[in-house]
Nanobody, 120 residues
């Protein structure tokens, strides 16, 4: 089993920045890919960014968000800049024993989510 705990969400003004963290524990030695998804009210949970050996981004966040990973700390980060109101969502960390994919059903483990609200 792998446990994922997100942190770092909050309220930020448009144009601002936030850094989300996802700490993994348990069978982390077998986890290959980690990713961030987000879900806005009334919408599906969408892929934001993922990291294994390469990194992947949704088109909507390219150039604004950066995903990174500290294997020594079993932690993945999502640095979000130039935030827009449409980035408002609950952000979820996910992990799987395989390569990065944007298909949420293929992820084995999920965190509880952290709320990000972009508003003036």
């Amino acid at each position: 089993q792998v446990q994922l705990v997100e942190s770092g969400g909050g309220l930020v003004q448009p144009g601002g920045s936030l850094r989300l963290s996802c700490a993994a524990s348990g069978r982390t030695d077998s986890v290959y890919a980690m990713a961030w998804f987000r879900q806005a009210p009334g919408k599906e949970r969408d892929f934001v960014a993922g990291i294994s050996r390469p990194v992947y981004y949704a088109d909507s966040v390219k150039g604004r968000f950066t995903i990174s990973r500290d294997n020594a700390k079993n932690t993945v980060y999502l640095q979000m800049s130039s935030l827009k109101p449409e980035d408002t969502a609950v952000y979820y960390c996910a992990a799987r024993f395989g390569a990065v994919t944007s298909t949420r059903y293929l992820y084995d483990y999920w965190g509880q989510g952290t709320q990000v609200t972009v508003s003036s």
